[in-house]
């Protein structure tokens, strides 16, 4: 597992902490808060899904259609909710599910164990993401998510990414299609089912960072400045350590890896205090 350790800047004025390197000194007085708990970075090991090795065909899996979403309302909520862009710009909307994978799925024998897979569809979506609660893996169980044409896979998730919390928040993945598959080998007795709360609709799209920095930019005025223009350019070593930062599932934000005077390299990561969502779970920031 990794572990990052959160520093919130208190009284930083942006909602990018790519502009808190552009303004050298701002980094004297902001005010530090740190912050108590820890952030589970999802932490993957190199895997090929077993149906892809056993060339399974996707399209026995059952597919579950999620229901029809009104984007229209649900911008207009966000905006009522967020008027005064108090909270992390939405890129997404939490879908509630209560699917698992004893009553839902396929399950398919195969010579060294047993493969379940579900296939999740959202009309619309730019991306997909799913939150599992209940969360254990026993050794030797491998989870991979992954869209229906495979190009974009995650995985394999194993035993290594259980938590006290017992949850997991995959990865947002392209396209309307999330494909859930988990591998149980023959050696490994009573896995406990994987359970689903809720899946993430992606609306605006979150791979799509560009546009949505432009929309931020359009409301923070000067207090932006790309570290692709000129007068970013002493500040190109620090700007690679700027990561995007997926905020209870369905908001996003920015921050950046930091060292501190001992050079011990251990994990903090530098945020803003807005990126904070009031009771979020933080098993589901990535």
């Known amino acids: 597992m990794i572990w990052f350790r959160y520093i919130c800047a208190k009284y930083y004025c942006c909602s990018s902490l790519v502009a808190l390197f552009m303004k050298r000194s701002l980094i004297f007085f902001v005010c530090f808060i740190a912050w108590t708990q820890t952030m589970l970075g999802q932490l993957t090991s ?3 899904p077993k149906s ?7 399209s026995q899996i059952p597919q579950i259609n999620l229901p029809f979403l009104d984007i229209s309302m649900i911008k207009e909520e ?3 909710i967020n008027s005064q862009n108090t909270l ?5 909307t ?12 396929l399950w398919t024998n195969v010579p060294d164990g ?6 999740i569809h959202s009309e619309g979506a730019f991306s997909l993401s799913a939150h599992l609660t209940k969360f254990n893996l026993k050794s030797g169980v491998e989870l991979f998510f992954y869209d229906i044409t495979q190009n974009y896979l995650i995985g394999a998730i194993t035993e290594k990414n259980n938590n006290a919390g017992q949850s997991l928040h995959s990865i947002p993945l392209q396209g309307e299609d999330l494909i859930l598959e988990m591998f149980v080998p023959t050696r490994v007795q009573n896995q406990e089912p994987l359970f689903l709360d809720y899946i993430v609709h992606d609306y605006v799209g979150i791979f799509n960072i560009v546009e949505m920095y432009k929309d931020i930019q359009s409301r923070g005025g000067d207090c ?3 570290v692709s223009c000129p007068l970013g350019t002493p500040y190109s070593e620090a700007a690679k350590s700027v990561g995007l930062l997926v905020v209870d599932g369905e908001r996003w934000c920015t921050g950046a890896m930091v060292n501190n005077t001992t050079n011990d390299h251990t994990l ?3 945020t803003a205090n807005h990126c904070f969502v009031e009771n979020s779970n933080l098993s589901s920031w990535m």
């Open 224 to 226: 932006f400045i790309d």
């Open 52 to 58: 892809r090795l056993l060339n399974l065909s996707a």
């Open 268 to 270: 903090y990561f530098l």
């Open 46 to 48: 190199y895997g090929i």
């Open 78 to 80: 966000e905006n009522r």
């Open 94 to 105: 939490k879908i509630p599910v209560g699917f698992n994978s004893k009553e839902h799925g």
């Open 114 to 119: 047993k493969i379940w897979r579900l296939r």
């Open 88 to 92: 992390p710009p939405k890129f997404g």
